[in-house]
């Protein structure tokens, strides 16, 4: 597996293999790697005839200075769990290399960003937004892979790759998690041991959600009891539950729209790490 750290290296290699008509599958990450992610390098590896993952801490989607300066960074093991996954090339830059000068532009997507993450984030979908495009401009993948746990950026992507006229595939793989049901995440290495043993608390919470969803049961009682389950494990605080359409991500008042599948979305702080989580039920 090659390791490259300039952009001018990865351009020059994606250059070949396109003239050499392979196809390219890239995965985007923000690295300390875990079967999520590894999942996705597989998945290219499969779909694809080279894949390049980048692992890039992309500090213009922080809005919080220690989330970024706590994000775990570990390149070598990274790098070690890359190459047997069947990941051709490690695209691990320096922030000035992908940020050579300040970026002054700005997305709206509009009500897409307004909620959730977006809403209790900001600045972050404009970060997110920039540094994939940056990224599809310099690898120029075929395919491009993204994990359902991150449903609002998959969906501003997918919203992205459409109005940009971006040539590429963008395929989205279910949240992989822990036998306890924790979705994995890079930032549960930066959990205490005692808010780990809480955290599966958040993937019952939304389990009891999706059950009172396919119960038929309004968006109010199923936010009271979801909320009320919550509260019960002091260690955590929650920022937001949401009961929302999966397709526009607008949160759901009253009835259900049948056929239209619902998104249980919630964020929520242990001690000083935030994680967020979700599933999607199908309604009949
Ligand atoms: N448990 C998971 N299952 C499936 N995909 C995942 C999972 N965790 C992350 N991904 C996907 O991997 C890609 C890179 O995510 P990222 O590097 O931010 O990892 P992460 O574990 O989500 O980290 P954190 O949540 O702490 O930011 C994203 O497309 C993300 O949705
Ligand atoms: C897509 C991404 C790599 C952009 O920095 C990041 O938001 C992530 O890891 O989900
Ligand atoms: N996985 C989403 C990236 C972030 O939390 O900034």
């Not at 979908?125 to 892979?145: D, E, I, M, Q, W």
């Not at 001690?271 to 039920?281: C, K, P, S, Y």
Request: glycine residues 6%.
């Amino acid at each position: 597996m090659e390791i490259l750290q300039t952009a001018a290296e990865l351009q020059a290699l994606t250059e070949t293999w396109r003239r050499n008509g392979q196809r390219i599958g890239l995965v985007p990450t923000m690295g300390a790697l875990h079967e999520g992610h590894l999942q996705l390098v597989r998945a290219a590896a499969a779909q694809n005839d080279v894949v390049i993952t980048s692992v890039f801490v992309n500090p213009t989607q922080f809005n919080n200075p220690e989330d970024f300066r706590l994000y775990p960074r570990l390149p070598e093991a990274d790098a070690a769990l890359l190459a047997p996954a069947g990941c051709t090339a490690l695209f691990l830059p320096s922030v000035e290399q992908m940020y050579p000068q300040p970026t002054v532009l700005r997305f709206d997507f509009g009500p897409l960003e307004r909620v959730m993450e977006g809403a209790h984030r900001p600045g972050h979908f404009n970060g997110v937004a920039t540094v994939v495009s940056k990224l599809f401009h310099l690898a120029r993948p075929h395919r491009a892979y993204f994990g359902q746990k991150d449903l609002q950026q998959v969906t501003i992507i997918r919203q992205l790759v459409a109005d940009l006229s971006f040539d590429l595939e963008l395929v989205a793989y279910s949240t992989i998690r822990e036998s306890d049901g924790l979705a994995m995440s890079s930032r549960n290495r930066r959990l205490s041991t005692a808010d780990r043993a809480v955290a599966p608390r958040l993937y019952e919470a939304l389990q009891l959600g999706a059950e009172m969803v396919k119960q038929g049961q309004s968006p109010s009682s199923i936010r009271q009891a979801v909320q009320a389950q919550l509260a019960s494990a002091e260690a955590i605080k929650l920022e937001y539950f949401e009961v929302a359409d999966a397709q526009t991500l607008q949160s759901v008042e009253k009835a259900w729209t049948p056929g239209r599948a619902i998104a249980l979305c919630l964020a929520a702080h242990l001690g000083d790490v935030r994680l967020i989580d979700n599933v999607i039920v199908d309604v009949a």
